[in-house]
C-alpha cells in the first residue's frame, strides 16, 4: 500500500461517522417536514406513523409560516436574544482585554477569575442566575431593592432633606420571570458566560499586535485614541468577526437557558418552539427545524470561508 | 487607554484598582453559588446572614440523600470519558493523515467537517429520538451518550490535533518511513511523543465540553445515563427554599471543570477559533 492509500484509509472511519451523523437526522427531518405527522389523533390515527401516503408537500411550511403566529415571534426572539448578546459580549470583550493586557499586581489571578464563567454548565449559570441572583423575592434582586427601599425609607426621618427623600417611589424589585423580561434574564447570563470567551480571544490577539508601529505612532504624536482606532481596532477586525460568527452560531442553538428561566411563559426562540411542537406536530417541528438549519447556514457560510482561508496549504 | 509612554501616577494605581474590580464582578456569582452552599437552607434566604452566618458542610453530606448526586456524576465522567478517548482515537489517524499525506481535498473535507458542527441540534432532535427508541433501542444508555457527545466534538478535535500536528517538522515522520517504519509504529513512536502536550489539551478541552453538553443528554436520557446537566436541568424550578442545597450540588458539578479551564486556557482560543486567532 502506498501512502496515499493509507492516508485515505486513516480518514475513512471519521468521514463515515460524521457523515452518518450529519445525513440520517437531517434527512429524516427534511422527510418528515412534508408528511402530516403528529404524536397523538384520534381522529386520524394513520398520521401517527410516518408514511409516503401522509403526504403534505409544503403544507409543514405554510403552517409554520402563516398560520402559527409563534414562529415570527421566535425568529425575532431569537434574534434579539443573538444580537443583544453579541453587542454586549464585543464591547465588554474588548474593554477587559485591554485592560488586562497591561501588566500589573495579580495579573495571572485577575486572568483566571474573569475566564471562570465560560467553563460553568449552562445548566447550572441559568438555575444559579434565575434562583439566586434575579429571584425578586429571595434573590439578591429582591434583597438589593428591599434593603435600598429600608435605606430611604430611614433617610425620610432626616430632617430637611427628608422631605427630597420622601418624594421617592417605593422601588419594586423587577420579576425575570414574564415574557420579555425572562429573555432579559437569558441575555445577561449568556452575556456573563460569554464575555469571558471574548476577553480571551482578543487578549490572545492583542498580544501579537506590533508593538513597534504602536511606537512609532506615539513618537508622531498620536494620541492613545488615535492609536486605538486606527492600529488596534482594525488588528482586531478579524479576531471580532470570528468571536461575532462563532457566537451566533452558538447561541442560534441556545435551549437550556431558555428552557429553565422562562418554562411554559411565552417567552421562546426557534429551538425552543421546535421543542414545543415535538411534544405533538412533528412535520410542523421538522419544517421549523429546516428553517433553523437555513438560518444557521447563511451565518455558517461566511465563518467557514474565513476559517478555510485560513488553513495553510 | 494608557498608551505605553503616557502613564500617570494616578494611572498605575487605577488601572489594577479597575481590573480587579472588573475581575470580581465577573467571579461573583460563582463566590455566590460555593458561599451559599456552606448555609443551610433556611440561612440562604434570610438577609440577616447574607455575609455572617455558621458554616455548615450538610448540604454537601447531603448530596446523595437529596439529589442522588454520584449517580449523576459517575454517568457525567463515564460518558466525557469515554467520549473523548474514541475521538481521539478516531480523530489522532485522520489528522495524521491530513497533516503529513494532504492532498488537494484536505482543506475541503476539513471545512466540512466543522460544517457538520453548525448544525442546529433542536432540528434533528426527533430523527434521534426516534431513531434511538423505534429502532435501534439504544435510548437512554450510556453507549448512546458517548457515542453522540464523541459525534459532536469530533470536527473540533481533528481540527484542533490537526494544528498540532502541523506544527511537527515533515522531516522527522519521513526519516521515519526511510527507516523502514510502519505507520502505526509512526504514529506511536513518533507522533504522539512528540505531540503529547497538544494531544493532552486536546482531551482537556474535549472533555470538558462533553461535560457541559445540556442539549443532548438531556433530551436522549431518561434516567439510567442521565448525566449532571440533566439532573440540574430537573431542579430548574424556583426552589426558594432550598437555595444552600441547591447551590452544593451545582458547585460540585462545575467545581471541577472550573478548574480544570484554567489549566487549557490558551488551548480553548485555538480550539474554539479552529486555529484561525493566534
Redesign the interface.
Known amino acids: 500500500m502506498n501512502n496515499r492509500t493509507i492516508a485515505r484509509l486513516l480518514q475513512t472511519p471519521a468521514v463515515l461517522l460524521l457523515l452518518v451523523w450529519m445525513l440520517v437526522p437531517l434527512g429524516l427531518t427534511l422527510y418528515f417536514s412534508f408528511l402530516r405527522y403528529v404524536l397523538n389523533s384520534l381522529r386520524k390515527p394513520e398520521w401517527t406513523v410516518p408514511q409516503l401516503s401522509n403526504w403534505r408537500g409544503f403544507g409543514n411550511y405554510e403552517y409554520v409560516l402563516y398560520k402559527s403566529k409563534d414562529f415570527w415571534f421566535a425568529i425575532q426572539n431569537s434574534l434579539l436574544i443573538v444580537g443583544s448578546i453579541l453587542v454586549i459580549t464585543v464591547v465588554l470583550g474588548l474593554a477587559i482585554a485591554i485592560l488586562v493586557n497591561r501588566s500589573f499586581p495579580g495579573r495571572g489571578i485577575v486572568r483566571v477569575l474573569l475566564i471562570s464563567p465560560f467553563f460553568v454548565m449552562p445548566a447550572v449559570n441559568a438555575v444559579l442566575w434565575i434562583n439566586m441572583i434575579l429571584d425578586p423575592v429571595l434573590g439578591l434582586n429582591g434583597l438589593a431593592i428591599e434593603g435600598l427601599n429600608h435605606l430611604v425609607a430611614g433617610l425620610k426621618d432626616f430632617p430637611i432633606l427628608g422631605h427630597f427623600f420622601a418624594l421617592w417611589p417605593e422601588l419594586e424589585p423587577i420579576s425575570f420571570r414574564a415574557t420579555q423580561t425572562s429573555a432579559y434574564a437569558v441575555i445577561m447570563m449568556v452575556a456573563w458566560q460569554w464575555t469571558p470567551f471574548a476577553v480571551l480571544i482578543f487578549m490572545t490577539s492583542l498580544q501579537s499586535e506590533d508593538q513597534q508601529q504602536k511606537e512609532a505612532a506615539l513618537l508622531d504624536g498620536a494620541s492613545a485614541w488615535a492609536q486605538f482606532v486606527y492600529l488596534t481596532i482594525p488588528h482586531l477586525a478579524r479576531p471580532i468577526a470570528i468571536v461575532v460568527m462563532i457566537q451566533s452560531i452558538f447561541h442560534l442553538s441556545l435551549y437550556a437557558e431558555i428552557e429553565i428561566v422562562s418554562r411554559g411563559n411565552g417567552n421562546k426562540n426557534l429551538p425552543y418552539l421546535i421543542g414545543e411542537f415535538t411534544s405533538n406536530n412533528i412535520g410542523a417541528a421538522s419544517a421549523t427545524g429546516i428553517f433553523a438549519v437555513i438560518l444557521a447556514n447563511i451565518v455558517a457560510i461566511f465563518l467557514l470561508r474565513m476559517v478555510g482561508k485560513n488553513l495553510v496549504d | 487607554?494608557?498608551?505605553?509612554?503616557?502613564r500617570s501616577k494616578l494611572g498605575d494605581i487605577l488601572?489594577?484598582v479597575?481590573?480587579?474590580t472588573?475581575?470580581?464582578i465577573?467571579?461573583f456569582?460563582?463566590f455566590?453559588?460555593v458561599f451559599?452552599s456552606f448555609k443551610t437552607d433556611a440561612d440562604a434566604?434570610k438577609?440577616e446572614f447574607?455575609f455572617f452566618f455558621t458554616p455548615t458542610l450538610e448540604n454537601y453530606l447531603n448530596m446523595t440523600e437529596n439529589y442522588d448526586y454520584w449517580r449523576f456524576a459517575i454517568n457525567s465522567v463515564i460518558t466525557a470519558s469515554f467520549a473523548t478517548i474514541f475521538a481521539l482515537a478516531?480523530?489522532v489517524?485522520?489528522a495524521?493523515?491530513?497533516a503529513?499525506?494532504?492532498?488537494k481535498r484536505t482543506?475541503d473535507?476539513?471545512?466540512w467537517?466543522?460544517?457538520?458542527?453548525?448544525?442546529?441540534?433542536?432540528?434533528?432532535?426527533?430523527?434521534?429520538t426516534?431513531?434511538t427508541k423505534n429502532f435501534l433501542n439504544i435510548f437512554d444508555t450510556h453507549f448512546l451518550v458517548i457515542l453522540v457527545l464523541c459525534?459532536i466534538n469530533?470536527?473540533i478535535v481533528?481540527w484542533m490535533l490537526f494544528t498540532y500536528f502541523?506544527e511537527i517538522p515533515k522531516e522527522i515522520i519521513e526519516a521515519g518511513?526511510m527507516d523502514g517504519v510502519n505507520?502505526w509504529g509512526e504514529i506511536k513512536d513518533i507522533l504522539l511523543p512528540l505531540a503529547w502536550g497538544g494531544l493532552a489539551s486536546t482531551a482537556l478541552l474535549c472533555f470538558?465540553f462533553c461535560?457541559?453538553e445540556?442539549?443532548w443528554t438531556?433530551r436522549l436520557t431518561t434516567t439510567e445515563a442521565a448525566t449532571?446537566?440533566k439532573l440540574?436541568?430537573g431542579?430548574?424550578a424556583?426552589?426558594?427554599l432550598f437555595?444552600g442545597r441547591?447551590?452544593a450540588v451545582?458547585t460540585a458539578?462545575?467545581g471541577p471543570?472550573?478548574v480544570?479551564?484554567?489549566f487549557c486556557?490558551?488551548q480553548?482560543?485555538q480550539g474554539?477559533?479552529?486555529?484561525?486567532?493566534?
Open positions: 487607554m494608557a498608551a505605553i509612554g503616557s488601572w489594577p479597575v481590573a480587579w472588573v475581575a470580581l465577573f467571579f456569582p460563582i455566590w453559588m451559599t434566604v438577609p447574607l478516531v480523530g489517524p485522520a495524521y493523515a491530513m503529513f499525506n494532504p492532498t482543506k473535507v476539513l471545512v467537517m466543522l460544517s457538520t458542527k453548525m448544525l442546529p441540534a433542536a432540528a434533528v432532535l426527533y430523527p434521534m426516534y431513531l459525534l469530533l470536527p481533528i502541523k518511513q505507520t470538558i461535560w457541559n445540556a442539549y438531556v449532571l446537566s440540574i436541568e431542579n430548574r424556583p426552589e426558594g437555595f441547591l447551590s451545582s458539578a462545575v471543570i472550573v480544570l479551564g484554567w486556557q490558551k480553548l482560543v474554539l477559533t479552529f486555529g484561525a486567532v493566534k
